[in-house]
């Protein structure tokens, strides 16, 4: 029987390089742009590859694949699929977490010193024809006295760091996956969640959405940073409360915000970020340039042929759910 392969959503202009790679091993190819948990699963139904952008992935669509389907993400995170129901069913899993790491270091540097420097407020004030850098900003800290922290230090935040020392920036680090001596080597300073919160100056977050981290920046983790502190998020919507960093941001609590995901993407017109002031807004596009595309494209068409030629996946979804 003809293996069949499908792609249930996706935002690119063509997908003949993964249609070669299924027509190469001898596969169908069939392509949607599914939006909802129903239209997923009516997609998948029977498929032996699956691949999916930002389409939700019930436990009814993954069980509806053929026996020994593998399930491919385009993309770094993978909390839009039911991971539990995948490793229930045993389904393989396949990610691609390499593909982007310059453009999302590049996009959350550019976010952090932009905030750092106050950009938002600066604009704004030219915008309103106050020409006062003290009455727009009255506060901005010199580099050398800045500590950025960051929750989670994985490839891309490392990334990040390395984009940011030049500045003479102190940095301080969260990552229970790293050692002291690791932390030491990047010029950087271990810290527990809290002291790091409470402390920096600027909080970058570069974690996976779990539920343990779910909300880890809320309305009380908001209220423990500093006054004057800022926030910078391009890893996972669901990391913030949006609700409470708005009210933050409103207060003057939180004196800036830079986000790239959100929540719920497109971002909602009534979310109360669109009218929080001094917030820095782009829509999930951290990831993207014409490299990283034709990277991401080539590494899930070479995915879509490992799986049917028997072949491990080259990056599977950890095991750490």
């Not at 390395?162 to 500045?167: D, G, H, M, T």
């Amino acid at each position: 029987m003809v293996k069949r392969v499908v792609v249930t959503d996706s935002n690119f202009a063509t997908l003949e390089v993964e249609r070669a790679a299924a027509e190469r091993c001898g596969a169908s190819f069939a392509s949607y742009q599914c939006s909802t948990e129903d239209a997923v699963a009516k997609a998948l139904a029977g498929a032996d590859v699956g691949v999916v952008q930002f389409a939700p992935v019930s436990a009814a669509a993954i069980a509806g694949m053929a026996p020994g389907a593998r399930l491919i993400r385009y993309g770094v995170g993978y909390d839009n699929i039911d991971i539990a129901a995948a490793r229930q069913s045993g389904r393989d899993l396949a990610y691609v977490p390499d593909y982007c790491t310059d453009e999302v270091a590049d996009h959350t540097a550019t976010m952090s010193l932009a905030l750092l420097r106050r950009l938002p407020a600066l604009d704004a004030s030219v915008r309103r024809s106050v020409w006062s850098v003290l009455e727009a900003a009255p506060s901005i800290r010199a580099s050398g006295d800045v500590l950025v922290g960051f929750l989670g230090l994985g490839r891309i935040g490392r990334a990040t760091l390395s984009r940011l020392a030049p500045f003479g920036l102190r940095f301080a680090v969260h990552d229970p996956m790293l050692s002291q001596e690791d932390v030491e080597q990047l010029g950087a300073t271990m810290m527990d969640r809290n002291t790091l919160i409470a402390s920096v100056d600027l909080l970058i977050l570069h974690l996976p959405l779990t539920i343990d981290s779910h909300h880890v920046i809320d309305a009380g983790s908001l209220a423990a940073m500093r006054q004057g502190s800022a926030i910078v998020n391009t890893a996972r919507g669901g990391l913030i409360d949006e609700d409470a960093l708005a009210v933050a941001l409103i207060s003057g609590r939180i004196a800036g915000a830079a986000l790239d995901v959100f929540e719920t993407e497109p971002l909602g017109a009534t979310s109360p970020l669109r009218q929080a002031p001094n917030i820095i807004l782009t829509p999930h596009a951290a990831w993207y340039s014409d490299t990283a595309v034709t990277r991401l494209q080539s590494l899930v068409a070479d995915e879509i042929a490992r799986a049917l030629s028997g072949a491990p996946p080259r990056r599977p979804v950890p095991n750490h759910q």
